[in-house]
Nanobody
Framework: QVQLVESGGGLVQAGGSLRLSCVAS????????MGWFRQAPGKEREFVSS????????YYADSVKGRFTISRDTDKNTMYLQMNNLKPEDTAVYLC???????????????????WGQGTQVTVSS
């Protein structure tokens, strides 16, 4: 199992920016593909972004494309989500997720990920 800890959430005005971090420990970073999901009150968990390290391919939900950027620092075992031009509808708990590089499940489905962080709250005021 890999342990995931998110940070960087907070309260920001619409149009502002935040950078979320997810630190992974317990297993080599290279064993996992990772992603970000979010969950707003009363709503289902929603895919935000994912990074397939071996292929250097990134995926984004249409709602965040062009505003959010996923990246990683392998030396620090850390994944980031840079969020720009935030909107009130981005308000949610953001969760870091990891799945084995051998997994064949859809990267867009939360059920395909085996490891989750505790989440960090992002609140965007209008």
């Amino acid at each position: 199992q890999v342990q995931l800890v998110e940070s960087g959430g907070g309260l920001v005005q619409a149009g502002g920016s935040l950078r979320l971090s997810c630190v992974a420990s317990g297993r080599p970073f290279s064993m996992y593909n990772m992603g970000w999901f979010r969950q707003a009150p009363g709503k289902e968990r929603e895919f935000v972004s994912s990074f397939i390290w071996s292929a250097d391919i990134t995926y984004y939900a249409d709602s965040v494309k062009g505003r959010f950027t996923i990246s990683r620092d392998t030396d620090k075992n850390t994944m980031y989500l840079q969020m720009n031009n935030l909107k009130p509808e981005d308000t949610a708990v953001y969760l870091c997720a990891a799945r084995s590089v051998l997994s064949s499940g859809s990267i867009y489905r939360s059920a395909s990920y085996d490891n989750w962080g505790q989440g960090t709250q992002v609140t965007v005021s209008s």
